[in-house]
């Protein structure tokens, strides 16, 4: 007992205990770990994204545009992008570095950082912020800028859906974040672009229409233009085949051509027009009959799942059409009216891997029925809204339907399904019909003859304006339009009489929506090529949970008494208690 006690009141005790502390420090220094408490997982990695940070051979460099003052929303926007950082490069802190500027510091070269972020294709916001001494106008730049092995990649960590910047907006750009950040570094780390094949002999536009599309492509996959009446077979190259808008009969060569490369694993992009219907048939009179193209793809969609069938969508939630309502043919009377022809559809209620924020604008789309195939899972990825309908051939249309209210009664159907994604193991359309001719054909040309697919996807769109731009017109200084100009493209999906954006008309009111063409588009191709652990991380889900603005005012003092005050007032008493326990005790 004596020993005891001569060990612990000597020096080895507190040798000891400092042998302790510098070993507790050195762990943690060494080994990281934290445990995420929230619901939704909010400070957790999925493991695409650990393994993306994990293989990095080379440092990325991280600018965020988000140092200033802000309203709250972005100010909360801008700490979870440094939570989300601080999370990666606790993950490989070698080689993640970030930091936060403004976009009105000045480049090394003696540019602003605002002007070059335009040029990038970042999106610029315009808020008024309150201060002490009065309102400022703030551009704000929601932006982050990658760079990796030479490379650069342009963040909008803000991709609003509507003018009016809300709560539940900043929300979804929080839940976005992990999959643009992910998104973006798995294009740069990627050695090799995936091969697009736009094909073309079947009447699919070839003319101005499919330039907003091209251009979209070109910079991120090696997009090149396929004809399957000249070619022996899809080229190993081509990972995506996009058939959009075709207009005349496919052949039984051209679709086994079609089957073959699905079968062998690859994947298929589709935006078909079943019925032939467009505004130019109103041209020399107001009503036109809308007709099947007869494109004979029918089997061939229904073996592997799908049908789009010979009827055309009608929805109350529509973009408007320049229509004539009245005047002489000499001074005609116009105005914007909602066309219900033209449908604003949108992902479905609930999560699916292509999730598209917005409306994608359709003109004269058809539905999509699903077959039971084994093996084969279909998910719709665009709907139509609660108030919709469908007309079936042959269907008259006229130009005086929407001069007066539609009879809503007849609008009763929700959410039909205008595109469709087929996942699974897909069975050849041509299974035991094959002949040996058509067989020996095919192993002369080194092909062999495939019955059925490994796990393999594809999607299907039933409408082929989806991806086409339109083109409007020059302004002259006075509001005229130029004739010495011609026209420009603009963005898919645009309302070319809008320019730039959707009219949605609604409850007498007038609504401006951004396009959400273009995004589904690149959704459909990334979810098709990429790792789809990758696209499912667009999936995340983070609950807003607001604090009361007025408790906060009420109770600020309290608040603040609690987290700041009362901590060391407890210390305090405790040591005092400490002390008066020891002096009792010691007093004899």
Not at 464 to 476: C, I, K, Q, S
Not at 545 to 574: C, G, Y
Request: proline fraction near 5%; charge should be positive; aromatic fraction near 10%.
């Amino acid at each position: 007992m004596n020993v005891i006690k001569k060990i612990f009141g000597s020096k080895f005790w507190w040798l000891l205990l400092l042998v302790m502390l510098f070993g507790i420090n050195y762990l943690a220094s060494v080994l990281h770990a934290r445990f995420d408490l929230t619901k939704e997982k909010r400070y957790t990695l999925s493991k695409a994204t650990k393994d993306l940070i994990s293989k990095l051979d080379d440092k990325v460099e991280i600018d965020v545009f988000l140092k200033g003052e802000f309203p709250s929303g972005f100010r909360k926007l801008a700490n979870s992008t440094e939570e989300f950082l601080r999370l990666l490069k606790d993950r490989n802190s070698s080689k993640i570095n970030y930091r936060f500027i403004s976009p009105l510091d000045e480049m090394p070269d003696g540019r602003m950082w605002g002007d070059s972020l335009v040029k990038m294709g970042a999106m610029n916001i315009n808020l008024t912020v309150q201060k002490k001494e009065g309102q400022s106008n703030n551009i704000i730049f929601p932006a982050a800028l990658l760079r990796y092995k030479g490379q650069q990649f342009l963040i909008n960590l803000f991709p609003g859906a509507s003018r009016e910047i809300s709560q539940a907006e900043l929300n979804t750009a929080e839940a976005l974040m992990e999959y643009q950040f992910v998104q973006a570094l798995n294009k740069m780390s990627q050695t090799k672009k995936l091969g697009v094949a736009y094909t073309v002999g079947n009447g699919q536009p070839v003319d101005g229409r499919p330039y907003k599309l091209r251009t979209a492509l070109q910079k991120d996959y090696d997009f090149r233009v396929l004809n399957l009446n000249i070619q022996e077979k899809v080229p190993d190259s081509v990972n995506v085949l996009l058939i959009v808008k075709p207009s005349q009969q496919f052949t039984e060569k051209e679709k086994l051509k079609i089957d073959q490369f699905v079968m062998n694993g690859g994947k298929l992009l589709c935006f078909i027009d079943n019925l032939y219907a467009e505004m130019d048939s109103f041209a020399l009179k107001p009503e036109a009959i809308a007709y099947d193209r007869n494109l004979n793809l029918t089997d061939l969609f229904f073996k592997y799942g799908a049908r789009i069938n010979t009827d055309l969508v009608m929805d109350l939630r529509c973009d408007v059409n320049y229509l004539t309502v009245g005047g002489t043919p000499d001074q005609p009377q116009t105005e914007f009216l909602p066309w219900n022809y033209f449908p604003f559809v949108a992902s479905p209620e609930g999560k699916n891997s292509i999730v598209t924020p917005g409306y994608v604008a359709m003109q004269f789309a058809n539905s999509i029925d699903t077959i039971n195939v084994p093996n084969v899972k279909k998910t719709p990825l665009l709907v139509t809204s609660p108030n919709s309908r469908t007309i079936h051939t042959p269907a008259l249309i006229s130009l005086n339907e929407n001069k007066t209210v539609p009879e809503d009664e007849k609008f009763r159907r929700n959410a039909i399904p205008v595109a469709m994604l087929m996942e699974g193991a897909f069975t050849s359309l041509y299974n035991n019909r094959m002949s040996k001719s058509e067989l020996d054909s095919m192993a002369a040309l080194g092909l062999t003859f495939k019955s059925s697919s490994v796990q393999n996807k594809m999607i299907l769109v039933a409408d082929g304006d989806v991806v086409l731009n339109d083109f409007a017109p020059e302004f002259t200084p006075e509001g005229e339009m130029d004739p010495n100009v011609p026209p420009k493209p603009i963005e898919m999906g645009y309302n070319k009489y809008t320019f730039v954006e959707y009219l949605l008309q609604r409850d007498g009111g007038k609504y401006f929506v951004p396009t959400a063409n273009k995004d589904f588009l690149m959704n459909c191709l990334e979810y098709l090529t990429n790792n789809p652990a990758i696209s499912e991380t667009r999936n995340k889900d983070i609950v807003l949970r607001l604090l009361d603005s007025k408790k906060i005012k009420e109770q600020k003092t309290t608040w603040q008494f609690i987290n700041i005050a009362l901590p060391i007032l407890l210390v305090i008493f405790f040591g005092w208690l400490y002390q008066q326990l020891r002096k009792r005790k010691y007093a004899a």
